[in-house]
């Protein structure tokens, strides 16, 4: 069974810089693709980026595209998001999953079986 644990969050200034965790446990870390999604107030989930399972693919959202860098370590079992210069519309509940997920479908929340508890992100203007 695949466990998903997002650390890193917390409560940051507009321009500032951090780093989420998304600790993977279970069968085969290299199997799985890790999609980062997020979910504002009062707004839907939606996708910020994603790494395949061989990391040759990645893929970000249009609005974070320059300023978020996903990353995955095979040694420690875990996915990073760095996000840097953070806007206020950055703010939201960030979500990591994984799923045996085609690069087509990277983007696609549906298409990840697994999904962590989720960490706040709150930037502050």
């Known amino acids: 069974q695949v466990q998903l644990v997002e650390s890193g969050g917390g409560l940051v200034q507009v321009g500032d810089s951090l780093r989420l965790s998304c600790a993977f446990s279970g069968p085969i870390f290299s199997d799985y693709s890790i999609g980062w999604f997020r979910q504002a107030p009062g707004k839907e989930r939606e996708f910020v980026a994603a790494?395949?399972?061989?990391?040759?693919?990645?893929f970000y959202t249009d609005s974070v595209q320059g300023r978020f860098t996903i990353s995955r370590d095979a040694a420690e079992s875990t996915v990073y998001l760095q996000m840097n210069s953070l806007k206020f519309e950055d703010t939201a509940v960030y979500y990591c999953?994984?799923?045996?997920?085609?690069?087509?479908?990277?983007?696609?929340?549906?298409?990840?079986?697994?999904w962590g508890q989720g960490t706040q992100v709150t930037v502050s203007s």
């Open positions: 790494i395949g399972w061989k990391a040759t693919s990645i």
């Open positions: 999953a994984a799923g045996l997920v085609s690069d087509y479908s990277l983007g696609l929340d549906y298409a990840y079986k697994y």
